[in-house]
């Protein structure tokens, strides 16, 4: 995987991609990371973030809209376990 940075893959795709508010929390023990991404969408409910979190991650990232309620916490110490011990490179979460 070649290095590039966010603003050129954001001005390569300018019609495919927005980009969020600042809004964004890191809570990992990494400053940086890369993968390929899987993504899951749910409301209110972790259920299938868990699903995809058993799976072997192989070095992606899974990035969860979660719609971004904060009325209920999608990853907590225990998913992001599981994301750890399946070979996940991170997870970024929009809502809580």
């Not at 603003?7 to 600042?22: F, G, I, K």
């Not at 998913?79 to 490179?89: E, H, P, S």
Request: glycine fraction near 12%; include cysteine.
């Amino acid at each position: 995987m070649s290095n590039i940075s966010t603003a050129d893959l954001c001005d390569a795709h300018e019609s495919d991609v927005s980009v969020l508010e600042p809004m964004l929390a890191h809570f990992g023990g990494r400053s940086q990371l890369r993968g390929s991404v899987q993504t899951v969408k749910v409301f209110e409910d972790n259920v299938l973030v868990k699903a995809e979190l058993a799976k072997p991650g192989d070095g992606r990232v899974l990035v969860v809209d979660g719609g971004g309620s904060l009325r209920c916490a999608l990853v907590g110490d225990v998913l992001a376990q599981m994301a750890v011990d399946n070979g996940w490179a991170g997870i970024i979460v929009y809502g809580a």
